[in-house]
Nanobody
Framework: VQLQASGGGLVQVGGSLRLSCAASGRAFSTYTVGWFRQAPGKEREFVAAVSWSGGITRYGDSVKGRFTISRDNAKNMVYLQMDSLKPEDTAVYYC?????????????????WGQGTQVTVSS
């Protein structure tokens, strides 16, 4: 599976962005997909994850109520709608996919990673 994240950019505080993760590979629809982010000098942080069917979602505490993850298996796409953005949301965002059981919040659960897209929130 190859993943391509896109949709990042510069946005003002309180604004919105939608990130997209495009995947190749027929098995993509069977994978859990997660979004992580990493700011300079900080560890990679779990943002959100969605089950293979889209029926189960999980969010990091810092984004609950503001971000929404969804997927369209027919298009091999996963989305991250980000609303009410804050300066602390500034980071490189990565999408990841995996089929292992385990903690969705852990990067170790995922086998495949995209290249990342930069999100910058200006105050």
């Amino acid at each position: 599976v190859q993943l391509q994240a896109s949709g990042g950019g510069l946005v003002q505080v309180g604004g919105s962005l939608r990130l997209s993760c495009a995947a190749s590979g027929r098995a993509f629809s069977t994978y859990t997909v997660g979004w992580f982010r990493q700011a300079p000098g900080k560890e990679r942080e779990f943002v959100a994850a969605v089950s293979w069917s889209g029926g189960i979602t999980r969010y990091g505490d810092s984004v609950k109520g503001r971000f929404t993850i969804s997927r369209d298996n027919a298009k091999n796409m996963v989305y991250l709608q980000m609303d009410s953005l804050k300066p602390e949301d500034t980071a490189v965002y990565y999408c990841a996919a995996g089929s292992r059981s385990g903690d969705w919040r852990s990067p170790d659960t995922y086998d495949y990673w995209g290249q990342g897209t930069q999100v910058t929130v200006s105050s």
